[in-house]
């Protein structure tokens, strides 16, 4: 079945360091991809997305770019901020009838310290 | 303004009762979910509903139950049954079928069992 691989972490940066959070996909087809984010306590919000191959997702200086090749989608920013400390999740959709369904890797912890 | 609406935040449950989480969406959206999000194991999916009347078990069903009677509403019932039931509860909705357009998440409720 369709699945998500993204590296685990705690992943512990200083401000201002350049960030990558690697993520790969299994899907018998196409999927559309998306990173979310999980501020403390709080539901997901949608980062950025892509739904089709060597599309690139933007938003907030994160970007990440579809790659059917490697089947993955990696999420990078150039400069992080304290502020960017928070859970990301690598997500997929997949399908269409009954087995249209969300698919979420298991999510990685970014710490950004000053 | 549309979104997700889950009540109540938190919830505190003895044990042997159940107990039932709200979850409610006025973006016309067909499809509705839950997970469930522990510490270090990321989103498991619980239940999912493409449609008013149908919905499905995804990979951690057992001890819940869920009932989806209007398109605005899916409500979860954690039951007796689950055993370990403390934990974070999120609920989402999306399109149905389409395969380009994110999921959006409500602002999660935390169970406790004392």
């Known amino acids: 079945g369709d699945s998500v691989t993204q590296m685990e972490g705690p992943v512990t940066l200083s401000e201002e360091a350049f960030l990558t959070i690697n993520c790969t996909y299994t899907a018998t087809g196409y999927p559309s991809l998306f990173w979310y984010v999980q501020y403390p306590g709080e539901g997901l919000q949608l980062l950025l997305k892509a739904t089709k191959a060597d599309d690139k997702g933007s938003n907030k200086g994160f970007e990440a770019t579809y790659r059917k090749e490697t089947t993955s989608f990696h999420l990078e920013k150039g400069s992080v901020q304290v502020s960017d400390s928070a859970v990301y999740f690598c997500?997929?959709?997949f399908g269409g009838g009954s087995n249209y369904k969300l698919t979420f890797g298991k999510g990685t912890l970014l710490t950004v310290n000053p | 303004d549309g979104g997700i609406t889950q009540s109540p935040k938190y919830l505190f449950r003895k044990e042997g009762q159940n107990v039932t989480l709200s979850c409610e969406q006025n973006l016309n959206h067909d499809a509705m979910y839950w997970y469930r999000q522990d510490p270090g194991q990321g989103l498991r999916l619980i239940y999912y509903?493409?449609?008013?009347?149908?919905?499905q078990k995804g990979d951690i069903a057992e001890g819940y139950s869920v009932s989806r009677e209007k398109k605005e509403s899916f409500p979860l019932t954690v039951t007796s049954a689950q055993k370990n039931p403390t934990a974070f509860y999120l609920c989402?909705?999306?399109?149905?079928?389409?395969?380009?357009?994110?999921?959006?998440f409500g602002q999660g409720t935390r169970l406790t069992v004392v």
């Open positions: 997500a997929l959709i």
């Open positions: 989402a909705s999306s399109p149905h079928g389409r395969v380009n357009t994110e999921a959006f």
């Open positions: 509903s493409q449609i008013v009347n149908d919905f």
